[in-house]
């Protein structure tokens, strides 16, 4: 569910997840089904009606998938907050004097974050994709019922190609004892708290919350190597004792326990 469901998320919800949306009857047969509306389905969706093929969309979500929801737009939309947040911090050392020290307006950067992924939402809205694109789009969760069929809700769509876009989901990597230890994997992440787990996309929320000056952060590693070493470094320029590689999953356990 996206929350707190202000205006924005309504917005936002009014594009890609609209309540009210009626699935359109099915084409006798399309030329392309796309299953997944996230970036690699819209862009497929999209290029493949560009060129006057019959295409239907489903969605069993909201439409962008991670990138707009999750993903790229709202962690782009924190990172500027967190860079503007450095730089009236650093001021300092550009010859520029801040009369106040800058304090960081949690619930504004959010609320600002929404209303940046709303503002951008009409570009994967379902009404763009059905009205400009031609596109018939449905919502609901589909599953293969024949080689060359695809069923959501009542509905069953015929398809002469399926693009099967569905996204990736986490997968644990098999560290012993990381079952016993917990672990997180991005969106319940705590802002207090960041295990960041080898040198991926994880590092990415840490940086955030660091750069915006969060007290608290205590960046664990269990991985070594050139990705902690550099997350380090940056997390140093800003504050030395607020990185720490812990290598040994005895030693996280704690560290867990404190962010349940
Ligand atoms: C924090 C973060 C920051 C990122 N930043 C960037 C960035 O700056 N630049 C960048 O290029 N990438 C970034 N990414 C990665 C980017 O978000 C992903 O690469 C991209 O979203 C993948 O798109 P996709 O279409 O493959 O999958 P998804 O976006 O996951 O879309 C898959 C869709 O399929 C739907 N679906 C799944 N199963 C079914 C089903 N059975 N029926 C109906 N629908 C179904 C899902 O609901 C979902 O909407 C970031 C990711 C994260 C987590």
Partial sequence: MTKPQDEFDA???ANVQPADW???RPAARYDLVVLGAGTAGLVSAAGAAGVGAK??????????GDCLNVGCVPSKALLRSAHVAAEVRDAGRFGIRV???ATVDFPEVMRRMRAVRAGISSADSVSR???ELGVDVFLGHARF??????EVGDASLNFKRAVIATGARPVAPSIPGLDETGYLTGPESNPKWHPLVNNG???LPGMRWNRRGHTNSLIPFFAKGAGAKRYLELADETDPKRGAVIDNTELAKPVFEMMR
């Fill in 11 to 13: 917005a936002l919800l």
């Fill in 201 to 203: 996309k994880g590092k």
């Fill in 129 to 131: 994709f059905s009205g």
């Fill in 22 to 24: 009626q699935n359109p």
């Fill in 99 to 101: 009369a106040e020290r």
């Fill in 55 to 64: 295409v239907a969309l489903i969605e069993g979500e909201k439409l962008g």
């Fill in 145 to 150: 019922s024949g080689p060359a069929q695809i």
